[in-house]
Every structure is written in C-alpha cells, then in structure tokens.
C-alpha cells in the first residue's frame, strides 16, 4: 500500500502527506518533483540555498534545524547580515519551512505538536 | 453500498440513553447526510470496543501562506474507515469574546456544511472555532471563503495560539480593562507570529478582565494579562446599608470570608484595609452593587501557565504586579518580544517559557528581559536556607 512519486522512471515511497520515506531516495530530480506538489513551480538558486542547508544540517544533526537557524543561515548564505524573514521562507515555499522546504529536502516530516 | 455502511453502534448507542443531550445522536443526525461521520461513528466504536484510539499521531497539511491553522488527522485504518482517511481539524480565529451574530454563525456554518463534515467544537479548551473533519483537497477552497467572508485561521503549532479573552467590559462592570480591544490588538499586531510558526513551541496570550479571571488565564496560556487596580476599592455606603435592609448578612457572608481579614462593619459602615487586600473578589463579587474596583486600573502580568504535556503543569506566576493597559500597549509589547528573544534564543525544542524559566532561573530571565528583581516575582519562600551573597563576594576572590 502507500502513495509513491515518479521520478524519471523510478518510483519512490512517500507517506500520505508526500513526504520521502528513505533518505537515499532523495534526488535533485526528486526535489524538482517534490516542488510541484508544493506549488513551487522552478527551483530557484534562493529555494536551493534553503533545501541545501536543510540537509546539511540534517546529515550532521540527523534532526531538521529550528526555524529560527534557518532564517539566520539562509541570510548568511545570500551574504546579507540579517537573518531573512519568516515571509520570506513562505515566499518561496507557500506552505513554509517545515511542510514545503523540508518535503523538497527530503527531509522525514517533522512532528509538530498539533 | 449505503447498506454496507450500516453499521452496528452498541457501545456508542449507550451514550444515547438518559436525560442528557448525547453527541452521538448528533453525531447520527449528520451521518444522514455526510458518510465521513457514517465512518467516523464507526472508527468510534471500534475504539470503544478496543479501547484504543484510531487517529495517528499529527500530520502535517496547511494552506498557501500560512503554516498553522490546520491539523493534520489521519485515520490508522483507512481501508477499514475509507471516508475518514483524512479527517483535518481548521481552526477559525474567533472574535473577541466570542461575541457573534447570528448571521456570522450561520455563515461559518454554511462554509462547513459545504466542505467539511459539518461538526464543529465551538469554544472547547483551545478556544478557537473549530471545523472537526476535512480532506486535504478542500482546505485551499475553506481558506479562500473564509477569507472572502472576513475570516481567517487561528493559530497551531508553534505559533501564537489565538489570543482569547473574557467579555470584559462589554458585559461586565469588574473589567478594569479593555480585554476586547487588547485581544484584537495582539490578533492584527502579531500575524506573522500567529500564520507562521517559528517558535520553539506554543505561545498562547489570554487576557482576563479582573482578578476572577473567568478565562482562567493563570492556568492557561504562557502569558495572563489579569485586570487589577493600584488605589482602593469603592465602596457605597449607601447601598451597603441597603443590603442589610435586604438581609445580606455581611458579617458571616462577607467580613469572616475575607482571606486577609482587611474588611470591617461598624453599625452600617463598611470599611477595607486595602493594603491589605490580595484581590481575592469574593466581597466585590457578592457586593457587587456596593463595591467596586478602584479608578486606577491596569493589570498584573504573570508568565509560565501549562497544561501537562512534555512537563507536569504549571500555574503562571507574577511578573510585573502592575501595568497601565492603554492603547497602543507599547510597554506591553516591548515586554513581549524582549521575552520572545530571549525564549528564542534560550528555550530549547518543545519547551514552554515557564519550563525554560524553571530551567535557566527566573533570577537569569528577569536579568535578560531587563526587568528588576521584585518580591511579588516570589511565588514561594525558598526551602535552601544558604544563600549565596552576591554582595559579599569582594574582587580578587576565586569563585569556586
């Protein structure tokens, strides 16, 4: 049973809300997509600097970094001195950091508390 | 295939005997008409007879722009209970007071009945209007005529939960503040903070109108605003002397319940001791017509209320004893984010300001909000008899 995404001609396991099961699964053509689900509709170099950093972090940490981390390193990376706003993340992916940036990442869905 | 989802309900059935209003006829009411409570009745009674919830843990759905307002609920028996396979709570930010129009409570109504499952949890713990039972596919389209219709979500998540308050002085004559008004205030001044969620974890706002505290701010939410005053209670003698004409025994009814003994009756004149009074309202509340807060209102500002959940409850304790409620709030506000970055930066996953204040020492948090030590901050006496004097501690000696 379980929803699956096609990528060229492979097929991946995602979970009902379309999140990746197995890291190794993931791909640059996954996250392309992946984006489509998320009403992003090209990747741009701002999406890649945020679904980098994401995994980065997560091989390091094997956790997704807090919201406020990725405000602070996304500001870094596009070499400004401040952290970018909140909307900012939500501009790019309309349905925010954790749903959207982290799905593209292929990131595990992260647990919130409802 | 309408024959195959009748199903058999004996345990819930139960639920529908005796003299009180029963949610599973209701529940039976509506499952006439929308299958998804057909199979929600059944996935109950399966948990009933099991004794073990069906839903899985979270989920993550939302709409464009927003990142709370939406929760995720998945059925762990989807081939079993097809219709509610997804079945996601939406929570609608309620006005202020939870004051409606009929007009506006069909409206919502009407929006529900259209996409959802037509249940609804009106005013339960979280506050918000809750929409109980949709798919993912229609949450864009609820979003979009909530909107049109001058709604919008409230808060989950990490977010700022929707801000609520009692009636305030729209209906009460103890409120010594506008409740109504500050609520909606927070509401539009913090959107971002309440869409999207970037906080370590919850942060919910209430504000109560006087020290009866109707919302149970103190209990429930990080941060209560409870309405009190600084000068003395007002007293009519006149009407004082009119409820003992009435009969009202002050003595036994009013003077000996006092908790720090400050009222006296001397013939028909009522006095209070007000520095003594700790605003426990129970004179106010029965003397209503003859007692009165005093005119220099405002409101105490406790921090750290909770519910169990990561850890044991909390009850919120004083932070700033008094302060002028006016708009625009800015003494309020600066106060507010000054907590928020420091929470920000020190709190750590999933914890609430009052565990993070536990955790680092409220003497470390005053210090970093910039606020000055009070005595009112004490909850309690400490039980550690050595105390380490910062004063005493002369430069040149090793710290140790």
């Not at chain 1, 099961?21 to 998320?38: I, M, P, R």
Request: aromatic residues 10%.
């Amino acid at each position: 049973m379980g929803d699956f995404i096609e990528v060229g001609d492979k097929k991946i396991d995602v979970d009902e809300d379309g999140f990746i099961h197995k890291w190794d699964d993931w791909s640059e053509d996954a996250a392309n997509v992946l984006a489509k689900t998320e009403n992003v509709d090209e990747l741009t170099k701002e999406h890649w600097v945020v679904v980098n950093y994401l995994r980065e972090y997560y091989t390091q940490y094997k956790i997704a970094p807090m919201i406020r981390l990725v405000l602070k390193e996304t500001g870094k990376r596009l070499g400004q001195e401040k952290a970018v706003s909140n909307k900012y993340i939500y501009e790019l992916f309309p349905s925010g950091p954790a749903k959207g940036a982290c799905k593209i990442a292929g990131l595990p869905k992260p647990t919130g508390c409802v | 295939m309408a024959d195959e989802k009748e199903r058999k309900t004996p345990l819930l059935d139960e639920l529908e005997k005796g003299r009180w209003p029963s949610f599973v006829t209701d529940l039976k009411k509506i499952a006439e008409r929308k299958p998804m409570v057909k199979d929600l009745l059944g996935q109950l009674e399966l948990s009933y007879k099991e004794k073990k919830g069906h839903w899985k843990h979270g989920g993550l759905v939302g709409v464009r722009g927003y990142g709370g307002g939406v929760i995720g609920r998945y059925s762990d028996l989807p081939e079993q209970f097809p219709d509610v396979k997804m079945f996601h709570t939406t929570r609608v930010n309620q006005p202020s007071g939870w004051f409606y129009t009929t007009k506006a409570l069909r409206e919502l109504c009407d929006i529900w009945d259209k996409y959802g499952s037509g249940l609804t949890n009106v005013h339960g713990s979280t506050g918000d209007f809750v929409f109980l039972g949709s798919n993912t596919d229609v949450l864009e389209s609820i979003f979009t005529d909530l909107s049109k219709a001058g709604w919008d979500l409230g808060g989950s998540g990490s977010d700022v939960r929707t801000p609520s308050c009692c009636n305030g002085p729209a209906r009460c004559e103890l409120a010594c503040y506008d409740t109504l008004d500050m609520t909606y205030d927070l509401t539009t001044t913090y959107q971002d903070e309440l869409h999207r969620p970037a906080f370590v974890y919850k942060w919910k706002f209430k504000m109560a109108g006087c020290p009866n505290d109707c919302v149970a701010s103190i209990a429930r939410s990080d941060l209560a605003v409870i309405g009190t005053w600084r000068d003395n209670i007002r007293i009519d003698q006149a009407a004082v002397k009119e409820y003992l004409d009435n009969g009202l025994d002050i003595t036994s009814d009013v003077v000996l319940k006092c908790p720090n003994q400050c009222i006296r009756l001397e013939g028909n004149e009522l006095s209070i001791k007000n520095e003594d009074c700790v605003k426990c309202m129970h004179c106010l509340n029965v003397m209503s017509k003859a007692l009165r807060p005093g005119e220099d209102k405002g409101a105490t500002i406790l921090i750290g209320g909770k519910a169990p959940i990561m850890e044991g409850a909390l009850l919120s304790s004083v932070l700033v004893p008094f302060m002028k409620m006016e708009k625009p709030y800015t003494e309020f506000k600066e106060l507010i984010e000054s907590i928020w970055e420091f929470w920000d930066e020190y709190g750590v996953a999933r914890e609430r300001i009052g565990e993070c204040i536990q955790r680092v020492g409220l003497g470390n948090f005053v210090e970093a909000i910039g606020l000055e030590p009070i005595p009112q901050m004490v909850s309690q006496p400490r039980d550690n008899p050595y105390i380490f004097y910062e004063e005493y501690f002369e430069e040149g000696d090793e710290e140790e």
